[in-house]
């Protein structure tokens, strides 16, 4: 796959972060015998919890801005930084609770 488009940048963008909440999911409340309905559950009603599970899923997004980075390929890393902001803005939102 050699592209270099925008919007595989704001696809990729949208889909690691949450790949990112889900491995936050695998590795910390799976060991608490904890189900993914319950996390949900968890992250909905407790919504300070919120910005750091989309803090901690934009970390997730490193790996994938390396890889373009260094590959060149820098429409889709424009598109993959729009999605960051988006995420980022959600995440603030939610911490001086405008939502």
């Known amino acids: 796959m050699n592209k270099d488009n925008f919007f595989l940048g704001v696809i990729a963008g949208i889909v690691v972060p949450i790949l990112g909440i889900l491995m936050l999911y695998v590795f910390k409340y799976i060991p608490q015998n904890v189900?993914?309905?319950?996390f949900i559950y968890l992250v909905?009603?407790?919504?300070?919890n919120i910005p750091k599970v989309i803090s901690l899923g934009l970390i997730a997004c490193i790996p994938l801005i390396a890889y373009y980075n260094n590959r060149k390929r820098y429409s889709t890393l424009k598109g993959i930084f729009l999605s960051i902001m988006i995420y980022a803005l959600l995440a603030v939102a939610y911490?001086?609770?405008i939502f």
């Open 35 to 38: 189900s993914l309905d319950d």
């Open 44 to 48: 909905k009603t407790n919504k300070s």
């Open 95 to 97: 911490k001086f609770h």
